[in-house]
């Protein structure tokens, strides 16, 4: 679950991190109001799931009442990477002397959690990861010490940054407190692009991203009410309505799958093939007719989608339901791509009999069905 940047400041500052005040306005009123009250120069950011806001004029500094208004105005008008800007975050300007990036994440193949900083803030992180990797800066420390974190490690790190030595005991500080944070909110990402140091000498979050571990949400009720709805990816979120998981792909490969093992192998089959799912999709066990429909319905809203591969191993769920549902699906609306379907398992002939004279096309195996597919959807 992503956090928006006030809730993620709201909860450093719990953990004594440094970060302006602000106040979260919704009305270029309530953004004028806000301004007055912090007095100028004020930022005003668009609060919506995704980075890069700066870059798309989300991001501004203004002086006075009249800019503000009508900075706020229009950043409410901002659709940025597909999210429209509902809310705005208003905060005391600050002159940046100096712009690091500083996150903690967990690195699963490592099993560990891991510090990543840059003497280069501000700008991209993954430009700088491709155009110069050695600025870049790791430091691992043991999940279950994150609240505990050997300072001897964190300075090393902060030391090899090479900032003025003055500031290395505040961003030491700072690691240990988003160290402190992560473990206490369950994340699984804490990001300060750019953490800066201020012509004053201070060491202060001037952007926070913060996601949480949705499997750790259960062990913090507080916390799952930070979700923004509004702000989600809709499809996903349908998705979860309908108690399907959902990942939308590049490709042109439409899958629906029943269990999540089965659906990495199917699109792990069609890659190895040569082409490219378009989504990851598990209808889960049972899957019942609406279950199928919405299926359909998501991977059909992409353009991109050429054919749709079906591939169902019926163990507690039967093939003649899942026929049914597909018969369902039919009927409800038309699916103008062609159909793969590889029916295998439990009530695999009743299945097959109620899709007879369908426009499904039938494959006997998964690699014939990618196959198939890959031959009319195109090769990745
Ligand atoms: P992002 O583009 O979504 O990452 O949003 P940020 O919060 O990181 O803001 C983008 C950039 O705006 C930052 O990297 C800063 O350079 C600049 N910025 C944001 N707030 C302030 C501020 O209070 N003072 C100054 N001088 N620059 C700011
Ligand atoms: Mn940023």
Redesign the pocket.
């Given at each position: 679950m992503k956090l928006h940047e006030y809730q993620a400041k709201e909860l450093f500052a719990k953990h004594g991190v440094p970060v302006p005040e602000g106040i979260v306005a919704l009305t270029a009123g309530d953004a004028l109001a806000a301004a007055e009250a912090l007095g100028y120069p004020v930022?005003i950011?668009a609060q919506v799931h995704i980075?890069?806001?700066?870059?798309a004029g989300g991001?501004k500094?203004v002086s006075d009442g009249k800019e503000a208004e009508a900075v706020a105005e229009a950043i409410l008008g901002l659709t940025i990477g597909g999210f429209p800007v509902r809310k705005l975050l208003v905060t005391p300007?600050?002159?940046?002397a100096h712009?690091l990036y500083l996150s903690l994440l967990i690195d699963r193949n490592k099993r560990t959690a891991v510090y990543i900083g840059c003497a280069e803030g501000?700008v991209e992180i993954e430009t700088v990861a491709k155009e110069s990797p050695e600025k870049i800066l790791r430091c691992e420390v043991n999940a279950r010490e994150l609240d505990n974190a050997p300072e001897r490690d964190l300075t090393a790190f902060v030391e090899a940054l090479c900032l003025e030595a003055g500031h290395v005991p505040e961003v030491v500080d700072v690691m240990a407190k988003i160290g402190k944070c992560f473990k206490a909110t369950g994340a699984s990402l804490i990001e300060i692009?750019?953490l800066i140091v201020d012509t004053s000498g201070a060491v202060i979050a001037?952007?926070a991203k913060m996601v949480l571990d949705d499997n750790a949400l259960f062990q913090h009720p507080e916390l799952a009410e930070l979700r923004d709805i509004a702000s989600e990816d809709e499809d996903e979120l349908e998705a979860d309505k309908a108690g399907v998981s959902f990942v939308r792909l590049e490709g042109s490969i439409g899958c629906v799958v029943n269990g999540a093992g089965l659906a990495m192998a199917t699109m792990d089959v069609i890659k190895h093939l040569g082409g490219a799912p378009s989504n990851f999709l598990d209808i889960g066990g049972g899957a019942r007719s609406e279950k199928v429909v919405t299926a359909f319905k998501m991977i059909l809203k992409d353009p991109n989608v050429k054919v749709i591969l079906v591939n169902i191993l019926g163990g507690i769920t039967r093939c003649d339901e899942v026929a049914k549902g597909i018969l369902a699906a039919l009927a409800d609306f038309d699916v103008p791509v062609p159909i793969v379907i590889r029916l295998a398992g439990t009530n695999e002939a009743e299945g097959r009999a109620l899709l007879e004279g369908t426009q499904l096309i039938f494959a006997e195996t998964l690699e014939q069905g990618a196959e198939t597919a890959i031959k009319i959807g195109g090769a990745a």
């Amino acid at each position: 679950m992503k956090l928006h940047e006030y809730q993620a400041k709201e909860l450093f500052a719990k953990h004594g991190v440094p970060v302006p005040e602000g106040i979260v306005a919704l009305t270029a009123g309530d953004a004028l109001a806000a301004a007055e009250a912090l007095g100028y120069p004020v930022a005003i950011k668009a609060q919506v799931h995704i980075g890069g806001r700066g870059k798309a004029g989300g991001v501004k500094l203004v002086s006075d009442g009249k800019e503000a208004e009508a900075v706020a105005e229009a950043i409410l008008g901002l659709t940025i990477g597909g999210f429209p800007v509902r809310k705005l975050l208003v905060t005391p300007a600050v002159d940046v002397a100096h712009e690091l990036y500083l996150s903690l994440l967990i690195d699963r193949n490592k099993r560990t959690a891991v510090y990543i900083g840059c003497a280069e803030g501000g700008v991209e992180i993954e430009t700088v990861a491709k155009e110069s990797p050695e600025k870049i800066l790791r430091c691992e420390v043991n999940a279950r010490e994150l609240d505990n974190a050997p300072e001897r490690d964190l300075t090393a790190f902060v030391e090899a940054l090479c900032l003025e030595a003055g500031h290395v005991p505040e961003v030491v500080d700072v690691m240990a407190k988003i160290g402190k944070c992560f473990k206490a909110t369950g994340a699984s990402l804490i990001e300060i692009n750019p953490l800066i140091v201020d012509t004053s000498g201070a060491v202060i979050a001037l952007d926070a991203k913060m996601v949480l571990d949705d499997n750790a949400l259960f062990q913090h009720p507080e916390l799952a009410e930070l979700r923004d709805i509004a702000s989600e990816d809709e499809d996903e979120l349908e998705a979860d309505k309908a108690g399907v998981s959902f990942v939308r792909l590049e490709g042109s490969i439409g899958c629906v799958v029943n269990g999540a093992g089965l659906a990495m192998a199917t699109m792990d089959v069609i890659k190895h093939l040569g082409g490219a799912p378009s989504n990851f999709l598990d209808i889960g066990g049972g899957a019942r007719s609406e279950k199928v429909v919405t299926a359909f319905k998501m991977i059909l809203k992409d353009p991109n989608v050429k054919v749709i591969l079906v591939n169902i191993l019926g163990g507690i769920t039967r093939c003649d339901e899942v026929a049914k549902g597909i018969l369902a699906a039919l009927a409800d609306f038309d699916v103008p791509v062609p159909i793969v379907i590889r029916l295998a398992g439990t009530n695999e002939a009743e299945g097959r009999a109620l899709l007879e004279g369908t426009q499904l096309i039938f494959a006997e195996t998964l690699e014939q069905g990618a196959e198939t597919a890959i031959k009319i959807g195109g090769a990745a």
